[in-house]
């Protein structure tokens, strides 16, 4: 089964605003990751944060990490028509293993 | 350096017909994965290979899912016979050992349709 759940599933929004997306999870982990994939590819990873940081950045990527409520936030900032893709968090519990969520659908609208 | 590489990239079959995947993990990574993804859905992990040896199979269906990493390099991932709900994206990705930080590097997949 999968533990990570994104929410929403699917967000539309016009390029320039901000785009926020949740992943909530069941267990004690090592660290949380979030990939995105293009429509008809692999996945890409984006970031990694570590069960004992609370708060990540990498270029216009900002991600949060409460392991107190055992939830991740990912916010991509000013969104380009390229941010289109479906974005996964995975959460790292141990025995180099990552499960995945659903997944969020994010459009970007020109 | 060369990403993950899987062939073929599409396959149509027909129910209870056998079919095969290919994959070449990134060089030096000692650690596999076989993943099934399913339309509208996260990446579901089938197996596990560290190095040659088999480190997670849990959610392989063992009756009709084999695979095997001869050598350690590349793997092989077979379905017979296939069924209808085996229909979905086939994901290969690699990683260079374990520890906190695990980021894994994807393949671009092989999208499986079975008639």
């Known amino acids: 089964s999968q533990q990570g759940e994104e929410d929403p599933q699917a967000l539309s929004i016009q390029e320039g605003e901000n785009a926020t997306m949740n992943c909530s999870y069941k267990?004690?982990?090592?660290?949380l990751q979030w990939y995105r994939q293009n429509s008809g590819r692999g996945l890409v990873h984006l970031i990694l944060?570590?069960?004992?940081?609370r708060e990540k950045h990498s270029g216009r990527l900002r991600v949060t990490l409460d392991t107190s409520k055992k939830s991740s936030s990912l916010l991509i900032t000013a969104s380009r028509a390229a941010d289109t893709a479906s974005y996964f968090c995975?959460?790292?519990?141990?025995?180099?293993?990552?499960?995945f969520g659903q997944g969020t659908r994010l459009t970007i609208n020109p | 350096e060369a990403g993950v590489a899987q062939s073929p990239r599409y396959k149509i079959i027909e129910k209870r017909q056998s079919v095969a995947f290919w994959c070449n993990p990134i060089?030096?990574?000692?650690?596999l994965y076989w993943y099934q993804q399913i339309l509208g859905q996260g990446p579901k992990l089938l197996i596990q290979?560290?190095?040659?040896?088999?480190?997670?199979d849990s959610q392989l269906p063992k009756d009709r899912f084999s695979a095997e990493r001869l050598k350690g390099v590349d793997s092989t991932l077979k379905i017979q016979p296939a069924k209808l709900e085996d229909s979905a994206v086939y994901l290969c990705?690699?990683?260079?050992?374990?520890?906190?930080?695990?980021?894994?590097?994807f393949g671009p997949g092989t999208r499986l349709t079975v008639l």
């Open positions: 990705a690699s990683s260079f050992s374990g520890g906190a930080r695990n980021t894994q590097y």
């Open positions: 267990t004690s982990i090592n660290n």
């Open positions: 944060i570590r069960s004992n940081e």
């Open positions: 995975a959460t790292d519990a141990g025995a180099q293993k990552l499960v």
């Open positions: 060089s030096g990574h000692a650690t």
């Open positions: 290979f560290q190095n040659n040896g088999v480190v997670d």
